[in-house]
């Protein structure tokens, strides 16, 4: 096995596990804008807000989802 691999893997799995408790904690809150600009061109922006209290949240919760679902 290439000596590379293993920490290769261990990076991604880490990326993938981060990305999949990001969303599931409803993290990242998305708001859209419809604005009229000064030359009155309509123009939509989009703001977005993380709310890292949730993700720490949906972290320190885990022992009493994986309880419920062995109940």
Same mark, same amino acid.
């Given at each position: ?22 969303? #599931?904690? @409803? ?6 804008? +419809? ?9 939509? #922006?989009? #703001? ?12 320190? @919760?885990?022992?009493? #989802?994986?309880?419920?679902?062995? +109940?």
């Amino acid at each position: 096995m290439h000596v590379f691999f293993k920490p290769v893997l261990l990076l991604c799995i880490l990326i993938l596990l981060f990305s999949w408790v990001f969303v #599931r904690s @409803n993290t990242l809150e998305t708001t859209t804008e +419809k604005i009229i600009t000064s030359t009155g061109m309509p123009q939509q #922006r989009t #703001r977005y807000v993380f709310h890292w209290d949730r993700f720490s949240a949906y972290i320190t @919760n885990t022992p009493d #989802r994986i309880g419920k679902l062995f +109940k």
